[in-house]
């Protein structure tokens, strides 16, 4: 019999082993844990609570044997409050052998069937002498756990602690890494966006050099497809994440854009649109296209129009001349912005007095 019970807790001490190194998922240890201690001490119910030293309070996060009904709202305790509490704030084992929901330490839960366990063992979860949580067995009949089954279940909580540790661990070291990803993303941006406007800095030298006019526009027009780009990156450089706000990318595009429109006034209306670098970046280019083409060919007032109609996205650039002909050719520029909205935006670029680009919200 003796010989049994010392093997049943080695295996259990094994088994902890085997489920602290098997996963980084506390939640899933806890259960692993829950199911097997409560088999080798051959108790009713086992819960596992994790420590939140930011609230200061122990949390259930697992069970055996007594399910919680919400587990969106878990029972939770102070240091000190209740049996298990009391075994956390003190760092000592708490054990009580029968009639333990008549204990003035006892702490009922509306959604915990708690009252009708006699006994309970509980143990503190300690990690170098700091408290990671608790954990308690239960039976229905009273039972006065032995000193080495005690010993047993803090060697137990143990093992759990480092288990809450090496998480713990592994989540900040995660989060590190996120970090760094994310400045190394936002540090490749900046140095494209620079790269970028000294290339564009380039061409205006090299544009003002000639002397034939049509080349000189289409350096002009390369210069302002070369700054659309490398306003999407700038914004990338100021986010966390790939995605652009484009009513504030579209905002600074007129701005940098409008250095030709001779006091010709621009009223916009742009709503917050948020898209992926890539899909930001082929608008920043098609919006450079039909804006440079407004105030090139167009008249009076230059009118932009940036909104998410449910599903899709549209984007207006009109002023009052009459517009591009449908029938007339395209030039490079509409040329340009027609395929960016075929090939990477998914929609459509149509020209009817004023031009209109409609895309879904999502690719």
Known sequence: MIADRTARHLQLMTDTIAAVNSSLDLDEVFQQIASKVAAALDTDACYVYLYDEARDRLELRATHGARFDDPANRPRMRLGEGITGTAAATGRPVLLAHAAHLDPRFVSFPNLPEEEYESILAVPVLARDRLEGALNVRTRLPRAFADDEVELLCAIAGQVGQAIENAKLYDRLQRRVSELESLTVREIHHRVKNNLQTVASLLRLQARTLEDEPAQRALDESVNRILSIAAVHDLATASHDDDIDCADLLGRLEV????????????????????????????????????????????????????????????????????????????????????????????????????????????
């Open 256 to 363: 940098t854009l409008g250095h030709g429109l001779g006091g010709r006034p621009v009223a916009s209306s742009l709503e917050p649109v948020t898209l992926s670098g890539a899909r930001a970046n082929a608008l920043a280019l098609v919006f450079c296209e039909l804006f440079g083409n407004a105030v090139e060919h167009g008249t009076g007032r230059i009118e932009v129009t940036l909104r998410r109609d449910g599903s899709s996205v549209e984007l207006v650039v009109a002023d009052e001349g009459p517009g591009p002909s449908p029938e007339r050719s395209d030039g490079m520029g509409l040329t340009i912005a027609r395929e960016l909205v075929r090939e990477e935006l998914r929609g459509r670029l149509e020209l009817r007095g004023r031009a209109v680009a409609r895309f879904p919200a999502e690719s």
